[in-house]
């Protein structure tokens, strides 16, 4: 099993672009998470899913949108990308409450 | 909004000595995990605790749970180079799917 992944791993920016971020995820999990974190900021909730189809806001949902087209994959959406939005991005997912969230890898963007 | 403080947010001890961190908040929550995270990876589980006043210990790590379920503690003894790295406490909201991360305390063990 390869868990959860991320593409890509790295990626730049400028201003206004546009991009997708894929998680895939292949344990059968039904909720999955997407993260982004900062210096000293710890991890903050962007958008997750409890179930394919489904999605829900996290703490800091603006300029960011999420698809849950298949139960394995839950794709974050930047449509305008800003330097604000220059972060480590994490995705996870778990089969149930309190269970453990597997991470992903991480994708580093970076807006300029 | 609920908040998870963790302090410190910085620690640099030295091999074999003791250290605690704390995670603090105002609100309540169903559960508490405790990760922790190495540099250009994903968190990994250490615990989770669930009930108020619980306590668990995974070899040198010990884990409390307040018994108001607000605020933990994750205890050290004898700190080893390989507990290098950044502990992240998170909290369960209670009735969602949803889980709040604490700020993070990154911890450095000299040899």
């Known amino acids: 099993n390869a868990g959860v992944t991320q593409t890509p791993k790295f990626r730049v920016l400028k201003t206004g672009q546009s991009m997708t971020l894929l998680c895939a995820q292949d344990m059968n999990h039904e909720y999955m998470y997407w993260y982004r974190q900062d210096p000293g900021m710890g991890l903050r909730l962007i958008h997750y899913?409890?179930?394919?189809?489904?999605?829900a806001k996290g703490e800091v949902p603006d300029g960011y949108n999420v698809s849950r087209l298949k139960k394995q994959n839950f794709l974050l959406g930047l449509e305008s990308a800003a330097p604000s939005q220059t972060s480590v991005y994490f995705c996870a997912s778990r089969d149930g409450v309190p269970s453990e969230q597997y991470f992903g890898p991480g994708t580093r963007l970076t807006v300029t | 909004t609920q908040l998870l403080e963790q302090s410190p947010q910085f620690l640099s001890i030295q091999e074999g000595e003791n250290l605690t961190v704390y995670c603090n908040s105002s609100?309540?929550?169903?559960?508490l995990q405790w990760y922790r995270q190495e540099p250009g990876e994903g968190p990994v589980l250490l615990v989770t605790?669930?009930?108020?006043?619980e306590v668990k210990k995974l070899k040198r790590l010990t884990f409390q749970f307040g018994d108001a379920r607000k605020d933990s503690s994750l205890h050290i003894t004898a700190a080893q180079t390989g507990d290098t790295g950044l502990y992240l406490c998170?909290?369960?909201?209670?009735?969602?799917?949803?889980?709040?991360f604490g700020t993070g305390t990154r911890l450095k063990v000299l040899a």
């Open positions: 899913s409890v179930g394919e189809g489904t999605t």
């Open positions: 609100s309540v929550f169903s559960s």
């Open positions: 998170a909290g369960g909201a209670s009735g969602t799917y949803k889980y709040i």
């Open positions: 605790v669930v009930t108020g006043g």
